[in-house]
């Protein structure tokens, strides 16, 4: 079956640490995003990629990182710059002039 | 800046009402508009999807919604809902100059048995 997964579904960090999340996908889309869920403000845009070996912020970078090695591989570094990394982190991968496909999220609990 | 505004944040109906969840855009070019849907505990899935053609798009399980150019508007709409349509709801903008999805904040719609 093709699909976007992420890994793991929960993540519980210490403060100060920095941690990765995964996100494979085997739809051979060439975009890829992650997007930050909050409470009450919906999805916001943390990094993208529309082809391997480049990627641009969005709107919400600050404390984030990113690689795009690999096509079907997107995984985002929550850095301990990142003020307030307790989130719902959602990736999703888009080709050509279709929707965007998401993965089942992963939940990030800084404790 | 571009932008994507849904009004209605929490939203409850009984089954069998009708239901319209308001979403605007502020975009003065070409766009495609999405409705998603977030069940509890499951990922987003796509509802409905406009791209260019009849401004009034069906989906899936019974939602439809209309692209209204002059009103920036993309409104979803179901005639009569049900317990199993409690979830939240996004609507989002694609941008292809930017290759950038924008999305609402969500409504959260609750359906009373």
């Known amino acids: 079956d093709g699909g976007i997964t992420q890994s793991p579904k929960y993540l519980f960090r210490k403060e100060g640490q920095n941690v990765t999340l995964s996100c494979e996908q085997n739809?051979?889309?060439?975009?890829m995003y992650w997007y930050r869920q909050d409470p009450g403000q919906g999805l916001r845009l943390i990094y993208y990629?529309?082809?391997?070996?480049?990627?641009q912020k969005g709107d919400i970078a600050e404390g984030y990182s990113v690689s795009r090695e690999k096509k079907e591989s997107f995984p985002l570094t929550v850095t301990s710059a990142q003020k307030n990394p307790t989130a719902f982190y959602l990736c999703?991968?888009?080709?050509?002039?279709?929707?965007?496909?998401f993965g089942q999220g992963t939940r990030l609990t800084v404790v | 800046a571009q932008s994507v505004s849904q009004h209605n944040h929490h939203v409850i109906l009984s089954e069998a009402a009708s239901l319209e969840l308001g979403c605007n855009y502020s975009y003065g070019g070409t766009v495609n508009l999405f409705w998603y849907v977030q069940y509890p505990g499951q990922h987003l899935q796509l509802l409905l999807k406009?791209?260019?053609?009849?401004?009034l798009v069906k989906g899936i399980k019974g939602f439809e919604a209309e692209f209204i150019k002059s009103k920036f508007s993309f409104n979803l709409r179901k005639p009569s809902v049900q317990w199993s349509d409690t979830a939240e709801y996004f609507c989002a903008l694609f941008l292809g100059n930017f290759n950038k999805f924008y999305f609402g904040s969500g409504t959260k719609l609750n359906v009373k048995p």
């Open positions: 739809l051979n889309h060439d975009a």
């Open positions: 406009y791209f260019s053609g009849d401004p």
């Open positions: 999703a991968c888009r080709y050509g002039d279709t929707e965007a496909f």
């Open positions: 990629s529309q082809i391997v070996n480049d990627f």
